[in-house]
């Protein structure tokens, strides 16, 4: 239904883009190059979590083992999305990313954010594990994959396409779609926006990748398809629909994930967003491109759902 499209926002970035950016190279990345432990930056994301939409109802749940968060906003749902919230595996939480399961919500979908656990104090295979629980578990419970859709942001991105690689491993049908905002797909980090945007980025710091990817590797061949799902054979995968910003650090992991899964014959639709920080979908309250993304997010899981 959506053809591979690879083609950058042709309107002119909103003024609030450009108001942004600064702000958050002021509270956002500058800080973060001072944190020196995970504990830190958790306290961090958590005391500045954005707010949900109107609308958005949050509860307390737990799906195959895993704690979590439901999301509903009322009326009958075109389908279910598992949503992995992102944070370098190391930090974040279904609170800190209501912004955009509430969004989500809000645009008719009943949701469910895995609260997966966290590195360092649980290193990979730890996060895959839970994701795959929490999706054997929808499918057990009778949510139909023709109905399901999975997504996440940045690290949570990279855990829905590892998710799927283990699935597919396990004979385990595919869902609808995947929604993947700023995905994170490299973790041996040989993308050259890493260094090419540097600079432009105003949240992430490209210097600092390894850090991050140190706490969940523990050890491992970081070009593991489970750690680093660009890597992976992505033949039978479900509809991609990949959203990454122009001077994101981490903009190659999108282009390249996007180039790879369509020579493997998967069905992708990548936007490159002009004037973007990573993973604007959490600034729904205020970025008119971040309801805008959301929106196309929404449009694309319904046009893939089937029955």
């Given at each position: 239904?959506?053809?591979?499209?690879?083609?950058?926002?042709a309107?002119?970035?909103?003024?609030?883009?450009?108001?942004?950016?600064?702000?958050?190279r002021?509270?956002?990345?500058?800080?973060?190059?001072?944190?020196?432990?995970?504990?830190?930056?958790?306290?961090?994301?958590?005391?500045?979590?954005?707010?949900?939409?109107?609308?958005?109802?949050?509860?307390?749940g737990?799906?195959?083992?895993?704690?979590?968060?439901?999301?509903?906003?009322?009326?009958?749902?075109?389908?279910?999305?598992?949503y992995?919230?992102?944070?370098?595996?190391?930090?974040?939480?279904?609170?800190?990313?209501?912004?955009?399961?509430?969004?989500?919500?809000?645009?008719?979908?009943?949701?469910?954010a895995?609260?997966?656990?966290?590195?360092?104090e649980?290193?990979?295979?730890?996060?895959?594990?839970?994701?795959?629980?929490?999706?054997?578990?929808?499918?057990?419970?009778?949510?139909?994959?023709?109905?399901?859709?999975?997504?996440?942001?940045?690290?949570?991105?990279?855990?829905?396409?590892?998710?799927?690689?283990?699935?597919?491993?396990?004979?385990?049908p595919?869902?609808?779609?995947?929604?993947?905002?700023?995905?994170?797909?490299?973790?041996?980090?040989?993308?050259a926006?890493?260094?090419?945007?540097?600079?432009?980025d105003?949240?992430?710091?490209?210097?600092?990748?390894?850090?991050?990817?140190?706490f969940?590797?523990?050890?491992?061949?970081?070009?593991?398809?489970?750690?680093?799902?660009?890597y992976?054979d992505?033949?039978?995968?479900?509809?991609?629909?990949?959203?990454?910003?122009?001077?994101?650090?981490?903009?190659?992991?999108?282009?390249?994930?996007?180039?790879?899964?369509?020579?493997?014959?998967?069905?992708?639709?990548?936007k490159?967003?002009?004037?973007?920080?990573?993973?604007?979908?959490?600034?729904?309250?205020?970025?008119?491109?971040a309801?805008?993304?959301?929106?196309?997010?929404?449009?694309?899981?319904?046009?893939?759902?089937?029955?």
């Open positions: 239904m959506f053809p591979f499209t690879t083609y950058k926002v309107s002119m970035p909103s003024w609030q883009s450009y108001v942004l950016d600064p702000m958050l002021a509270v956002v990345k500058r800080p973060l190059g001072k944190v020196g432990s995970p504990q830190e930056a958790r306290r961090a994301f958590e005391h500045s979590a954005p707010p949900s939409p109107a609308g958005a109802k949050h509860q307390p737990s799906v195959g083992g895993v704690t979590g968060d439901w999301v509903s906003a009322g009326g009958v749902p075109a389908g279910t999305v598992l992995l919230h992102g944070g370098g595996y190391f930090a974040c939480s279904p609170m800190t990313h209501r912004a955009i399961t509430g969004g989500l919500a809000i645009r008719g979908f009943r949701v469910f895995a609260g997966y656990r966290l590195a360092p649980h290193p990979f295979p730890a996060a895959v594990d839970d994701a795959l629980s929490v999706y054997k578990a929808l499918l057990a419970d009778g949510v139909s994959p023709e109905q399901l859709v999975v997504a996440g942001d940045s690290a949570g991105g990279g855990l829905v396409l590892a998710l799927l690689l283990a699935a597919k491993a396990g004979g385990l595919m869902p609808s779609s995947a929604l993947l905002f700023s995905p994170w797909t490299d973790l041996a980090a040989t993308g926006t890493l260094k090419t945007n540097l600079k432009r105003p949240m992430l710091r490209g210097e600092r990748i390894f850090e991050a990817t140190e969940y590797v523990n050890g491992n061949d970081p070009k593991n398809p489970l750690i680093s799902p660009l992976g992505l033949t039978g995968l479900p509809p991609l629909c990949i959203q990454v910003g122009e001077t994101e650090v981490l903009r190659d992991d999108s282009t390249r994930l996007a180039e790879r899964a369509r020579a493997a014959g998967v069905e992708v639709n990548l490159i967003w002009k004037n973007v920080p990573h993973v604007w979908q959490l600034f729904q309250w205020f970025l008119p491109e309801r805008a993304a959301l929106t196309e997010a929404a449009v694309f899981a319904k046009a893939n759902i089937r029955g």
